[in-house]
């Protein structure tokens, strides 16, 4: 057995295919007028259709729940905050925090409420405290990871750095 894709029941399909495009960058690979699939994997369906597919009233099925999120990490984390804080439509489960391993994450809801988390790359964590001037060890301590790991993120940092410059 193989898992395929999350899927997210929607109660406007047009509202919630301009969301994702605008707000997180992802882009229509499949529309099926009920279902959509979008890059990255995640699926779309209306809630009518879903409904149907389930056997039960449109009435039944509950949104908001927090019980469930879609998770996104990405790259270049304060250019994302900077586009969020331009859309005053967005309605945060909460601002963004930074955990103990150092990764800083913001949690938002959909148009459905179904709640997104975009968190910081832990490569780009990795490269934020060499920046600071940690050293690996210092690093692999504060992210409580073997330093194996941090030596793999910051090569990989790095060889992006590489890249763009």
């Known amino acids: 057995m193989k898992f395929e894709s999350p899927m997210l029941v929607v109660k406007d399909m047009e509202v919630s295919k301009a969301f994702y495009r605008r707000v997180l960058g992802l882009h229509v690979t499949a529309d099926l007028g009920a279902n959509v699939e979008l890059t990255g ?17 449109p009435a039944e099925i509950r949104f908001g729940g927090n019980a469930e999120e ?19 439509e967005i309605r945060y489960v909460h601002a963004v925090k930074e955990f103990p ?16 988390e975009v968190g910081e790359s832990m490569k780009t964590v990795c490269r934020r405290f060499l920046d600071s001037g940690m050293t690996l060890e210092q690093i692999a301590q504060r992210m409580d990871v073997p330093l194996r790991m941090v030596k793999n993120l910051a090569r990989r940092a790095e060889n992006d750095a590489g890249a763009r410059g």
Not at 44 to 57: M, N, P, R, V
Not at 108 to 115: A, N, R, V
Request: proline content about 4%.
């Open 70 to 88: 879609q998770y996104f990490e990405e790259e270049n984390f304060d250019a994302f905050l900077e586009k969020l804080a331009g859309m005053p």
């Open 41 to 57: 994997g995640l699926s779309l369906q209306t809630l009518e259709s879903w409904a149907g597919f389930i056997e039960k009233d």
């Open 101 to 116: 391993w150092g990764q800083r994450v913001v949690r938002f809801y959909d148009p459905d409420g179904h709640i997104i």
